[in-house]
């Protein structure tokens, strides 16, 4: 399973995040990205999150006003089957290792592109864990930062570990 990092994005909190051409990743996340609601998001657990632009095009086609970074992920991946992608694993970007703590919970904050869009991106069986979902990985996926490094655009994403 591998990808590429197709946008980097932070923001001071909320949503959207904004496109960076590289960024520190470090035990906290990236560097200069803040969390509207930190007792909420962030901390070393979830320290980033992940979204493939595949589920944002597929969105926009249903007719939500998403874009790259509008859904509050850090990294935005290109080729990386969400449907493969799992609690454990372990995933090198570029000289970074961070591994798959859980799927994002939709939070009210995504309520600006419709209140519909978190039923789109999250169901029950999602919540359960049930990763045969249609709906598994659209939300994203948090990670923790096992390796810190600089990412860049275009990096590489492949997995190196599946921990059971």
Request: proline letters at 7%; glycine letters at 14%; aromatic letters at 4%.
């Amino acid at each position: 399973m591998t990808g590429s990092v197709l946008q980097i994005n932070i923001s001071r909190g909320g949503v959207p995040k904004l496109p960076v051409p590289d960024c520190l990743l470090t035990p906290l996340g990236l560097e200069g990205d803040g969390h509207a609601h930190p007792e909420i998001h962030g901390g070393p657990n979830q320290a980033l999150l992940l979204i493939g632009i595949e589920t944002i095009e597929d969105l926009a086609a249903r007719g939500y006003p998403v874009y790259a970074g509008a859904l509050g992920e850090n990294l935005t991946t290109r080729g990386l089957d969400r449907t493969q992608v799992r609690i454990g694993q372990q995933l090198r970007i570029g000289p970074a290792l961070i591994e798959i703590t859980r799927v994002r919970g939709p939070c009210t904050a995504l309520d600006v592109y419709g209140p519909s869009i978190k039923h789109e991106i999250y169901d029950r069986n999602v919540k359960d864990g049930d990763h045969t979902s249609p709906r598994w990985g659209m939300s994203g996926f948090y990670a923790r930062v096992l390796v810190p490094g600089a990412l860049r655009t275009g990096d590489i994403i492949s997995l190196v570990a599946t921990l059971a």
